[in-house]
């Protein structure tokens, strides 16, 4: 992948702003720059993002007065552009906490969280995920939530959908993000990660008896909807159907995903968690 600017050589002496200690490399976690400045390109957001990585004023000092943490990133896009900031074998000392010791943080430009993302920027995302999901062997895919225990991965994540950024009142990349890159790349899915997709939308909209959405588009807004109510099920990938089959069973006939219901699904094997909006009073 092309890389127009590499700021490491700037970085590397401030200590304070990158770490070793990797576990490994199972997903992506998504940002968004936010600079809070209306009206800004992609581009403004590049540059400003960039010069604040390689800054000596990108510090938080201890009780002590020395140099604590920064914010950093693995890499930025914006304005068509690529930034490679911290080499992928270290982790940032400030990112996502305890999720950054086993993915790639990646900043993508937006001002404003109202801002939509420049296209360009949306190609270049897939084409980053692409080569690290070769790289590294993890599968690439929207992933709903990442617990404090890291529990979740492999895939994608937005950093508005792990603990620590669920802590932090953190709300990028955001939904402005995921329509145009889920639009962009629906078509990569594979066939088990569709249907997976629209079998558990239709769940959600209320089918008791397990009617599909036919398009990735009909389904898309359970998947941006689902942080209001706190469902959750963790499934493995292998065992998907016969979990859902069974949930749609547990509803009366002719009932709703709208009724006060509580289920919880587990398996003991790596796999995907859905933390779903269902219109009714989890309990």
């Known amino acids: 992948m092309?890389?127009?600017?590499?700021?490491?050589?700037?970085?590397?002496?401030?200590?304070?702003?990158?770490?070793?200690?990797?576990?490994?490399?199972?997903?992506?976690?998504?940002?968004?720059?936010?600079?809070?400045?209306p009206n800004r390109t992609g581009?403004?957001?590049?540059?400003?993002?960039?010069?604040?990585?390689?800054?000596?004023?990108?510090?938080?000092?201890?009780?002590?007065?020395?140099?604590?943490y920064g914010g950093l990133a693995h890499y930025i896009v914006g304005g068509g552009r690529v930034c490679r900031v911290l080499p992928e074998e270290y982790v940032p000392r400030f990112s996502a906490g305890t999720h950054d010791f086993?993915?790639?943080?990646?900043?993508?430009?937006?001002?404003?969280?109202?801002?939509?993302?420049?296209?360009?920027?949306?190609?270049?995302?897939?084409?980053?995920?692409?080569?690290?999901?070769?790289?590294?062997?993890f599968h690439l895919g929207r992933i709903p939530f990442v617990d404090g225990d890291n529990r979740g991965w492999p895939g994608e994540v937005g950093h508005e959908d792990t603990a620590q950024g669920r802590q932090s009142g953190k709300s990028d990349p955001g939904p402005l993000f995921w329509q145009s890159y889920m639009?962009?790349?629906?078509?990569?899915?594979n066939e088990k990660e569709r249907?997976?997709?629209?079998?558990?939308?239709?769940?959600?909209?209320?089918?008791?008896?397990?009617?599909?959405?036919?398009?990735?588009?009909?389904?898309?807004?359970f998947y941006e909807s689902y942080e209001a109510n706190d469902l959750r099920f963790?499934?493995?990938?292998?065992?998907?159907?016969?979990?859902?089959?069974?949930?749609?069973?547990?509803?009366?006939?002719?009932?709703s995903a709208d009724s006060d219901h509580k289920h919880e699904i587990e398996v003991d094997a790596p796999g995907i968690v859905f933390r779903a909006k269902t219109g009714g009073k989890v309990k």
């Open 2 to 37: 092309r890389i127009d600017d590499d700021i490491w050589n700037d970085v590397r002496p401030h200590q304070w702003k990158w770490q070793v200690g990797r576990i490994d490399t199972v997903g992506i976690i998504w940002h968004a720059t936010r600079s809070g400045i």
């Open 43 to 68: 581009l403004q957001e590049y540059y400003s993002a960039l010069n604040w990585f390689k800054s000596p004023n990108n510090v938080v000092r201890d009780s002590a007065g020395n140099p604590w």
């Open 102 to 137: 086993r993915a790639i943080s990646i900043e993508v430009g937006q001002g404003t969280n109202d801002t939509p993302y420049d296209p360009r920027d949306i190609e270049i995302c897939h084409e980053l995920a692409e080569e690290l999901s070769s790289r590294y062997g």
């Open 183 to 189: 639009a962009e790349g629906k078509n990569e899915m």
């Open 195 to 221: 249907r997976l997709m629209l079998l558990m939308a239709s769940v959600l909209a209320g089918h008791p008896n397990g009617e599909e959405f036919k398009t990735v588009e009909e389904a898309l807004p």
């Open 234 to 255: 963790s499934i493995g990938l292998g065992q998907t159907q016969a979990l859902l089959n069974k949930h749609i069973n547990e509803h009366p006939a002719g009932g």
